[in-house]
């Protein structure tokens, strides 16, 4: 008797507990200001596969609550030398990471996916030459600390290099003191990692779902962080 006594208990408390974490949510969702999400596709190619995939997650984060909206970045053609990270200017051309600086760190950004194709298992250059320029973030006190990060590969195939891809953009992230997560469930892995063939994500329906995951997941914690009591 006492022991079906506490597994009424038991159950109970699970359900009481499953049915907090819904209210959390709402409570969430109703409480938190203008949440923006930006998408960074870092390919060499405008508008190709991996913006195709970044847009993806993007709007996965959208469906979250009407209270999210997003932004794709293209660094496709953006000038974004890596000789000023360490003070020294090699070409001749508007420097377009100013710009960009400033949309990141904006208030309402809360969160921010970073996608890349692989390229012989590394990030691209754009992406590398982004990552090495915001030393200048770090530089001046860490301003995407706590901004909430997904991180999205894009490959020709399984075995190319994804995970490596994956692991070098969390990195990054967590350099820059930001809060990353994976896709959550049901893969619950390090990110979204899509095969392409021909430019088209399309066919990679295992790939896709985790990149709408990972999507899904930058926005429910952006707009936790958003609601929740700024620490004293």
């Known amino acids: 008797m006492a022991e079906r006594m506490?597994?009424?208990?038991?159950?109970?408390?699970?359900?009481?507990?499953?049915?907090?974490?819904?209210g959390m949510s709402g409570a969430a969702e109703a409480a938190a200001p203008g949440v923006k999400i930006i998408g960074i596709a870092c390919s060499l190619r405008k508008g190709r596969s991996t913006a195709k995939a970044v847009q993806v997650a993007l709007d996965a984060a959208k469906s979250v609550s009407p209270a999210i909206s997003t932004e794709l970045i293209?660094?496709?053609?953006?000038?974004?030398?890596?000789?000023?990270?360490?003070?020294?200017?090699?070409?001749?051309?508007?420097?377009?990471?100013?710009?960009?600086?400033?949309?990141?760190?904006?208030?309402?950004?809360?969160?921010?996916?970073?996608?890349?194709?692989?390229?012989?298992?590394?990030?691209?250059?754009?992406?590398?030459?982004?990552?090495?320029?915001?030393?200048?973030?770090?530089q001046a006190g860490f301003p995407l600390q706590d901004k909430i990060g997904g991180a999205i590969a894009v490959g020709a195939g399984r075995n190319t290099g994804l995970e490596?891809?994956?692991?070098?953009?969390?990195?990054?992230?967590?350099?820059?003191?930001?809060?990353?997560?994976?896709?959550?469930?049901?893969?619950?892995?390090w990110g979204g990692a899509v095969w392409a063939q021909k430019d088209e994500i399309s066919g990679d329906e295992t790939g896709l779902t985790t990149v709408r995951g990972t999507g899904r997941h930058v926005a429910e914690l952006a707009l936790?962080?958003?609601a929740a009591p700024k620490p004293v």
């Not at 506490?6 to 819904?22: D, H, I, K, P």
Request: charged letters at 20%.
């Open 6 to 22: 506490n597994r009424r208990a038991f159950v109970g408390a699970a359900a009481a507990t499953a049915a907090g974490l819904v």
């Open 74 to 138: 293209d660094l496709a053609g953006m000038n974004l030398d890596p000789y000023l990270a360490v003070k020294v200017k090699s070409i001749d051309k508007e420097d377009d990471f100013p710009a960009l600086e400033v949309k990141l760190i904006a208030p309402e950004v809360r969160g921010i996916i970073i996608g890349s194709p692989v390229y012989m298992g590394l990030v691209s250059s754009p992406c590398k030459a982004f990552m090495e320029r915001c030393i200048s973030l770090r």
């Open 164 to 189: 490596l891809v994956l692991e070098q953009l969390v990195m990054f992230m967590l350099s820059q003191g930001m809060a990353v997560v994976g896709d959550g469930r049901p893969t619950s892995h």
């Open 224 to 226: 936790w962080l958003a």
